[in-house]
């Protein structure tokens, strides 16, 4: 008897490897490929990845026109030269399943892993159906148990949904984009690579909409009342108790009656509030908390928890669950925890507790459980996976605690018959905030101890001239948490969704902004073939899909209703290709334009723009009037110059933000002869 059994990563591979070993571990390597050889229970066990996708969809015929329904399932190092690593994995897999008589699928269990699991045992191993194992941690114990206890046959209900999901976002992908790109060459005869998709145009459509509502927005004036009062020896800022004044004169007269008077305290509330303990993280929730704290991308929370993962640390992050069942274990998590000095003393106060529970949320996934330590000891970690791990082992540790109790204080002050409200609030009782120590979310704002009548000593008074602020835009986390409200994407797609939004220009900055480009391709597409960014559409896919898994509904039925939408879909679109087109690189112009002018020509009236030379593969500056004007300034090689809209200190001259692979960027001024080049230039050395 000789066992393949089939991973999703090598590192997966050397983890069940040594977990299942009763013996010698054996490490072969063939062309860079490492696989496994070990026994168990008198058993020859061969242990190999699939490297992720080791398949992937692509067309069965190249054609230019569109919507593509003709696709296959290919190798994917025969689509891609990126992916031309993975053949080498792909002919380990075919050389060990020849030898193999049982298959035993051991990938990550979600619908990808079940995807990828599934075409290594129908493409590789020529077989219909294999074992399965299912585990959340990549713990001994938990692969000891999924291995004993693994299914006699693949999860087909989960795999027919992951088909399903592949076959929709491919269809979708490959047709908007090149109906996008053709709309454009057919229009104009200029060759620019649009993309869309089934999950992507709708993320742009949000962007846009939050964006048009700020544009519209009118500020409104308002007038507030603020004063610096002194009590007890301390400071603190008050608002007259009308928040904001709509008439400025209103205002004006309460200001001038009382400026200069002191006042003395008229009312102190307090009250006491508890505070639950958070419950354990999914995914989403760990990317929303990492971005607050840590200002960590949602795409980098994901790679760095992945990485976690794989290191046997934490549990599979990729899940959905605020969960934590009683069936893992955490006493026992708990007092392996315990054994790192940064913890100690923390489970030591929670393993006294009688009743030890976690506090979970709502959210649920039949498959893994919420996201947590799992005891194992970090070795070597660089400072930002070590700071996800800490806030995800807190995390867990803080929602077996109790509450925590605040305090919260209003304070009110009277000042000639006129009423001043300042609040605060302290932490009375730390609970669970102590072991969430450095991740605390809430402020100390401390009132001093006082009584009704103690003299206020008002050290200014300010009549504060305001208006209405927009809408806030969408930070990188906030817009994920908006798509997993709509139902759009999935937890493990929706971060690498926003990531492309950026690549293709459509959107740009911090706080998400749509660029024009992004703001005209959904003006023009609600215009001509609105389907594309439609949600509801997507959204009724989505449940769609969630009812292959449920068993609910057949693949086959789900993907002839899709390719009727998308041919009806394009209908439109073909009716409409020139105007779409035309319209569509104008925008792209404008953007350009917009995002290389660093500032106005110094020698006439036109403006300075970043270039591009394929003859010297550099950048440079020149004025847009050339050749009438022949402005021009060199910008150092290695890096991707960006306008900053700042200028220089020195000399006012344009400064460029200077991008590099892998370093931090850096400023640069573009006159040659200011004064500072040489400190710009050492700044860049040591950044």
Wanted: hydrophobic share 30%; glycine share 4%.
């Amino acid at each position: 008897m000789t066992e393949l059994i089939i991973t999703e990563k090598p590192a997966q591979s050397l983890k069940i490897a040594s977990a299942l070993s009763e013996g010698k571990l054996e490490k072969i390597s063939e062309k860079g490929a490492p696989y496994y050889k070990i026994t168990n229970n008198g058993k020859e066990i061969f242990i190999a990845s699939a490297v992720g996708h080791i398949f992937i969809l692509a067309e069965s015929s190249k054609v230019k026109d569109y919507p593509v329904f003709d696709v296959q399932w290919k190798p994917s190092f025969q689509v891609s030269k990126s992916s031309s690593f993975t053949k080498k994995y792909y002919d380990v897999l075919k050389k060990l399943s020849k030898e193999a008589t049982e298959i035993v699928v051991a990938t990550d269990y979600d619908i990808e892993g079940s995807v990828i699991g599934a075409n290594v045992v129908k493409f590789i191993c020529n077989k219909k159906n294999a074992k399965r194992m299912k585990f959340s941690t990549l713990t001994k114990n938990e692969l000891l148990s999924s291995y004993k206890e693994a299914s006699k046959t693949l999860d087909f209900p989960q795999i027919e949904a992951g088909e399903t999901r592949h076959t929709l976002d491919f269809y979708w992908g490959i047709s908007t984009s090149r109906a996008l790109t053709n709309s454009i060459k057919n229009a104009t005869g200029r060759y620019k690579i649009m993309s869309s998709g089934r999950v992507q145009g709708p993320a742009l459509k949000i962007i846009v909409d939050k964006e048009k509502e700020i544009q519209r927005f009118k500020p409104v004036p308002y007038w507030q009342l603020q004063l610096l009062g002194e009590i007890k020896s301390k400071t603190l800022e008050f608002f007259h108790e009308k928040i904001r004044f709509d008439k400025e004169i209103e205002a004006s007269e309460i200001y001038k009656r009382i400026k200069g008077s002191d006042g003395k305290v008229h009312e102190i509330k307090k009250s006491k509030t508890a505070i639950k303990p958070p419950s354990p993280f999914d995914l989403t929730s760990l990317q929303m908390e990492a971005y607050r704290v840590f200002k960590m991308q949602p795409k980098n929370t994901l790679e760095n928890a992945q990485n976690l993962y794989l290191a046997g640390l934490i549990s599979y992050p990729r899940t959905s669950s605020q969960q934590l069942p009683e069936s893992i274990n955490y006493k026992e998590i708990i007092s392996k925890i315990s054994k790192q000095s940064d913890y100690k003393e923390v489970c030591k106060n929670l393993l006294s507790m009688k009743d030890l529970k976690p506090n979970n949320g709502i959210k649920i996934d039949k498959a893994h459980p919420a996201i947590h330590p799992t005891g194992e000891i970090p070795e070597k970690l660089s400072k930002e996976v070590h700071n996800l791990y800490d806030l995800i082992v807190r995390r867990t540790l803080a929602s077996f605690s109790i509450p925590a109790i605040r305090e919260l204080i209003t304070l009110k002050i009277e000042v000639k018959n006129e009423i001043f409200v300042t609040s605060g609030s302290r932490t009375e009782s730390k609970g669970w905030l102590e072991i969430y120590s450095r991740f605390n979310p809430y402020k100390e704002e401390e009132v001093p101890d006082t009584k009704v009548g103690d003299d206020v000593k008002v050290i200014e008074l300010n009549l504060l001239s305001k208006e209405t602020q927009p809408p806030k835009r969408y930070t990188p986390a906030s817009i994920i948490k908006k798509l997993e409200q709509l139902g759009l994407g999935t937890k493990a797609t929706r971060s690498s969704i926003i990531e492309t939004l950026f690549d293709r220009n459509y959107v740009h900055n911090e706080s998400i902004e749509a660029t024009s480009l992004g703001i005209k391709t959904v003006e023009t597409l609600e215009k001509y073939c609105s389907e594309i960014i439609d949600e509801k559409l997507t959204r009724h896919f989505e449940e769609e899909m969630e009812q292959i898994q449920e068993e609910k509904k057949k693949k086959e039925e789900v993907i002839e209703e899709a390719k009727i939408v998308l041919i009806k879909m394009f209908k439109h679109f073909k009716e409409n290709e020139a105007k779409i087109g035309k319209s569509l690189y104008e925008a792209n112009q404008e953007t350009l334009n917009i995002q290389t002018i660093v500032g106005k020509c110094y020698e006439c009236e036109g403006s300075l723009k970043i270039n591009y030379s394929k003859k010297n593969k550099s950048y440079f500056i020149s004025c847009n009037k050339y050749p009438d004007c022949k402005a021009i300034f060199s910008i150092p090689k290695y890096a991707l110059p960006k306008p900053s809209g700042k200028f220089c200190d020195e000399c006012n001259y344009p400064v460029l933000k200077m991008i590099r692979k892998g370093k931090r960027p850096y400023e640069f001024c573009i006159n040659k002869n200011c004064k500072k080049k040489l400190e710009y230039l050492e700044n860049s050395n040591q950044l």
